[in-house]
């Protein structure tokens, strides 16, 4: 009995001794506007099927309507990007190549809205409600029965900050450039449709700004 104390003692100082460091934490944008914003509304991702010239069948595309709104001070540069991310990892970059032929086909539905392809809408964007930009982003089906996907959409904040390793070292990329990150809008959704019943319904399950 006379070792029970001297054993305890032992157990405690090896759990002090090799517990392991918290992870560094990854950079999170702040929690208050830094720097300019936009003001950004979307609508819930709709699923059209679209007969393309040049294609034997019709092609199933995703897009997802939206406004930016320029509340800002002065005038800014209106850049966006929007990456869809299935359940798989797989990453689709809107607006690729895509025809004429699907773009008028979703301005024919939704007609109430004043919408612009994607490169109308590149560039300046100016102070005020009546110069918003109406546009859409528009993706090719990856597959018919997606589960889970995330929408990231950047551009919308001009935050970033320079990515960094455990002791505060700039990383860097394949090219010696520091990695930069953006502050993106994450968007998440479930398309609960299959291959019999593909993209109905979609389900918003929320959305929240991360670095990117």
């Known amino acids: 009995m006379r070792w ?10 090896a759990t002090a001794t090799f517990t392991a460091p918290a992870p560094a934490r990854y950079p999170e944008p702040s929690v208050y506007p830094i720097t300019w914003e936009l003001a950004f509304k979307y609508e819930t991702p709709r ?3 679209v ?5 034997s069948s019709p092609k199933a595309y995703w897009y997802m309507t939206y406004v930016a709104t320029n509340n800002t001070q002065t005038e800014q540069v209106f850049l966006p990007t929007f990456e869809m991310v ?3 990892g797989k990453i689709i970059r809107s607006d690729s190549e895509r025809s004429a032929s699907v773009f008028q086909a979703i301005a024919k539905r939704e007609r ?9 809408l590149q560039g300046r964007i100016l102070v005020g409600e009546d110069q918003a930009k109406y546009g859409v982003a528009i ?12 929408i990231y959409v950047s551009g919308l904040s001009g ?13 860097t990329d394949k090219d010696g450039k520091e990695i930069v990150l953006r502050k993106t809008l994450k968007l998440y959704f479930t398309v609960r449709g299959d291959e019999l019943y593909a993209g109905d ?8 700004w991360v670095m990117r």
């Open 4 to 13: 029970m104390p001297m054993i305890v003692s032992v157990g405690l100082l």
């Open 47 to 49: 699923r059209i099927v």
């Open 51 to 55: 007969e393309v010239p040049g294609q």
């Open 159 to 171: 935050e970033t900050t320079v990515l960094k390793d455990d002791n505060g070292k700039p990383l």
């Open 201 to 208: 319904p979609v389900v918003k399950n929320g959305e929240s």
């Open 112 to 120: 109430s809205k004043p919408l612009q392809p994607a490169l109308d």
């Open 86 to 88: 299935t359940k798989e």
């Open 139 to 150: 993706w090719e089906e990856p597959e018919a029965e997606l589960g889970s996907v995330t």
